[in-house]
């Protein structure tokens, strides 16, 4: 059985529960066992790194370091505390004065950094580890005519970590190609949802989730599939207040990929935490087992 | 030695930045063709890019540009001469906050701060924290449309009650004493 340290991140522990639970669920059925840090801590999302940069890879590099003392891959299914955990990894590995200096640190909740291991986003995990054949095999509840749009968003594919493709990438697709949905071409898929900036910019963001959900409507989506909580939130909770600014009225289901990859597993809705959307999955209700 | 320029001083905030330095910049505008948000910016990320290079350190911190900035990475991965431009826009952010000078009403500075303070002090986010840091700053209707999905999540379980903490909180303060003085952060 594989086995992966497992970072949920703070979002999963609440506002996207479901996304945790399908996480655990779906891994489980596919024989992977996800172990979650005993102690973990916040990733510091987009504002360690506005205030102190030597801070955010501190708070980053002591769930690194819980993983290394199970000596496993980390995964996290978060695409922001995926981003800040893989760099902070990769600077420190690349770095040895600052892992020194940080270890300093590190030291004072008896752990420490050696640069070991790799960090992982849960759905790079699948698609790479799993493989969408092996995925396919095990899938016995194919979720056809299901016309997906999926979202990639950023920071499960940007920064660009090598030579890979960042502009066009297609292992979503071909994830829920595997588990017999029809992913519909989306051509925002790399756009963002505008993140934090809800709070802190929020005519902006309230722009951005309006030329998204317009995008996915027009290209005749069921349901907007994510990867990220932060994503499925704007998307989801803020479709009201969008209809209210621009006269619209988007009703539109946004779930987590691990939600569809579970019923296609045959796995309960109540197991995938469905039926705790603010919009209503609807479109999914033919496939629940 | 000569006091650093206001652009070699933004440079050197990006050491841990892999790309190229921003006199690399041509000014070709794929970043301000790029960015979801330029339509909100004072400045494109190509004109403040320009700003930086001519040392015009006023009129760059006195801009929303980089408070606007959403890290979405988009900027950096095309841009053509490799420079990394979202990192650019924090390291723009942290100098805006150790110097204290940001556009007036500005929700993005104190939302950074509140949010590092409260992982400070449990190990773990909290969003009704969060919210306290904005909703004084907003209006009456964003209040109302917050707080009607506040209740829309809390009646699917998804609002928590009581703010989450880690285990090992003492070892985690101490940890964080030694890579950084607090400052009355905690």
Not at chain 1, 41 to 53: I, K, M, P, Q, R
Not at chain 1, 144 to 171: M, S, W
Not at chain 2, 13 to 32: E, N, R
Request: glycine fraction near 6%.
């Amino acid at each position: 059985m594989k086995q992966f340290a497992y970072f949920p991140g703070c979002s999963l522990e609440k506002i996207a529960l479901s996304y945790n639970q399908s996480t655990i669920e779906t891994t489980r059925k596919m024989g992977v066992e996800l172990k979650e840090l005993e102690d973990w801590n916040c990733c510091g999302a987009t504002a360690y790194f506005h205030v102190d940069e030597l801070l955010a890879y501190t708070l980053c590099a002591r769930n690194i370091a819980m993983a290394e003392k199970e000596h496993l891959d980390l995964v996290a299914p978060c695409s922001a505390c995926f981003k800040n955990t893989y760099f902070t990894n990769r600077a420190l590995k690349e770095d040895p004065d600052l892992a020194d200096h940080i270890n300093v640190a590190l030291a004072e909740d008896d752990l420490h950094f050696s640069g070991d291991i790799e960090v992982r986003h849960l759905l790079e995990m699948i698609v790479e580890d799993i493989g969408c054949e092996q995925v396919k095999e095990q899938v016995s509840n194919p979720l056809e005519g299901l016309r997906v749009a999926t979202y990639y968003g950023c920071q499960i594919v940007r920064p660009q970590k090598d030579h890979e493709n960042v502009e066009d990438p297609e292992f979503f697709e071909n994830l829920m190609t595997a588990i017999g949905a029809d992913p519909i071409p989306f051509a925002l898929k790399m756009r963002c949802c505008g993140g934090s900036l809800l709070i802190s910019s929020r005519e902006a963001a309230l722009d951005m989730i309006f030329n998204l959900l317009k995008c996915a409507e027009d290209s005749g989506a069921d349901v907007i599939v994510t990867a990220c909580p932060l994503c499925q939130i704007n998307l989801e909770c803020y479709q009201p207040q969008v209809n209210q600014e621009y006269g619209t009225s988007f009703h539109i289901p946004v779930v987590y990929f691990t939600q569809l990859l579970g019923l296609a597993l045959g796995l309960s809705n109540k197991s995938l935490g469905l039926g705790t959307e603010l919009i209503a999955a609807t479109p999914l209700a033919q496939y629940a087992t | 030695m000569a006091r650093p320029s206001f652009s070699q001083e933004v440079g050197n905030l990006l050491y841990a930045a892999k790309g190229s330095p921003l006199s690399a910049c041509i000014q070709c505008g794929t970043c301000s063709g790029t960015c979801p948000v330029t339509d909100f910016m004072d400045y494109t990320p190509r004109r403040l890019i320009g700003l930086i290079l001519a040392d015009m350190k006023e009129e760059v911190l006195a801009s929303n540009t980089f408070w606007y900035c959403a890290s979405c990475f988009y900027c950096t991965v095309r841009c053509p001469s490799d420079i990394d431009i979202a990192e650019t826009m924090y390291a723009l952010k942290r100098y805006s906050i150790w110097k204290h000078i940001h556009q007036e009403g500005l929700v993005g500075p104190t939302f950074s701060e509140t949010f590092v303070k409260t992982i400070l002090r449990s190990g773990r986010s909290y969003e009704p924290i969060m919210a306290t840091s904005y909703l004084f700053s907003s209006g009456v209707k964003e209040w109302i449309q917050e707080a009607a999905m506040a209740t829309g999540l809390m009646l699917k379980g998804r609002m928590p009650v009581l703010p989450p903490r880690i285990k090992r909180l003492d070892n985690f303060k101490r940890m964080i004493e030694k890579v950084i003085p607090l400052g009355g952060q905690s």
